[in-house]
């Protein structure tokens, strides 16, 4: 997906954002600061998000943007995105190793050769701390187990495509259970994510995808991850018209993270998981493209869907 594009290039989507104030550059592609316009959307997004799945009683969990480097090894990540990590690196020397650094630093030598890994890696995406966590607590009750999760989350992809970022947010709901369950729950949230999509004024379509599998063997894993249909995307056109951008995931994990966590429903067979997951740069970001970067100025209908407090109670 990186050749160049027959159509609009991406870049040019950039620029008009760091024009416009929108985002920030910092010198990395991929990593920007974003205005209080941005974060208002941003949040009114997520809290939008929190409406549409509020009649679920999801447990609601926030963890900080890294994993134990343990449990990133044990969710088998490194086999299928080696490409993506990021880890957690610090300084472990002594005073003589610190004069080392400084002296790198000032000559322009490299000064990170003795950086020891701190037994952390950044959240490849939301969900990783969850399976983790309730497979702590035992096995599944027998209506298995929905939480709700919320982080930045780090994927080593710079990219002059602003929806193509290294360090973004994903709010997700995760479902544990059966495989009727989950599959239950991954068709009510493509119900509800179009629905929830098309209320902000967007053009969307849905369509079977793959994850950038590593390698010639990712090549096979994204071929069977397709043809079993484990994973729908909901693409929005955003930077490149041509190639609209997946903003919503639908993923449907089988038994894997229930075999790498022993996770078992009641009946002591392996547990399913599933989750939905919601590009929140990526849909501000298709917000901005297709009503204009002030928000202020956006159509009635859209502003009320995110600005106007939920009137309906809770059921
Ligand atoms: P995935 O785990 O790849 O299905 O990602 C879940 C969602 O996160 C996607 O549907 C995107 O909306 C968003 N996402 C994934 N990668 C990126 C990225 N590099 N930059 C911004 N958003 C991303
Ligand atoms: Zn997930």
């Known amino acids: 997906m990186s050749e160049a594009s027959p159509g609009v290039d991406p870049a040019s989507y950039l620029q008009r954002l760091l024009d416009g104030g929108v985002l920030i550059a910092t010198g990395v592609d991929g990593v920007y600061g974003r205005s209080a316009a941005f974060e ?3 949040e009114r997004l997520d809290a ?6 509020r009649n679920d009683g999801a447990e609601v969990l926030r963890f900080p943007p890294a994993i134990t480097q343990r449990d990133f090894e044990m969710s088998g990540y490194l086999h299928s995105f080696p490409h993506l990590a990021g880890t957690v690196h610090s300084f472990c020397g002594d005073e003589r190793a610190h004069r080392e650094i400084l002296r790198c630093v000032g000559e322009g030598e490299d000064w990170t050769a003795g950086q020891k890994i701190a037994g952390l890696v950044l959240t490849p995406a939301a969900c990783y701390p969850v399976y983790p966590v309730m497979a702590k607590r035992g096995g599944l009750p027998g209506q298995g187990r929905l939480v709700d ?5 780090f994927r080593r992809e710079p990219s002059l495509d602003p929806t193509r970022l290294q360090l973004f947010r994903m709010r997700e709901y995760v479902r544990l259970g059966t495989p ?9 949230w493509l119900e509800r994510g179009q629905a929830l999509i098309a209320s902000l004024g967007l053009p969307l379509e849905i369509d079977v995808a793959n994850d950038p599998f590593f390698g010639r063997a990712g090549e096979i894993m994204a071929e069977n991850q397709r043809r079993q249909k484990l994973k729908f995307e909901l693409l929005i056109p955003v930077a490149d018209p ?5 903003c919503l995931s639908f993923n449907y994990h089988s038994d894997h993270f ?3 966590w022993d996770i078992r429903t009641p009946d002591g067979a392996l547990g399913h998981t599933a989750c939905v997951g919601f590009g929140m740069e990526r849909i501000t970001l298709a917000l901005f493209k297709h009503h204009g970067l002030d928000p202020a100025a956006w159509p009635e209908a859209v502003r009320a869907a995110l600005w106007s407090r939920d009137r309906t109670p809770a059921a």
């Open 149 to 153: 999760v919320y982080s930045y989350c």
């Open 242 to 246: 041509a190639r609209p951008t997946a």
């Open 180 to 188: 009727e369950q989950c599959l239950e729950f991954r068709e009510t």
């Open 258 to 260: 229930g075999q790498v």
């Open 48 to 53: 939008l998000i929190t409406r549409a799945g």
């Open 40 to 42: 208002d959307v941003v």
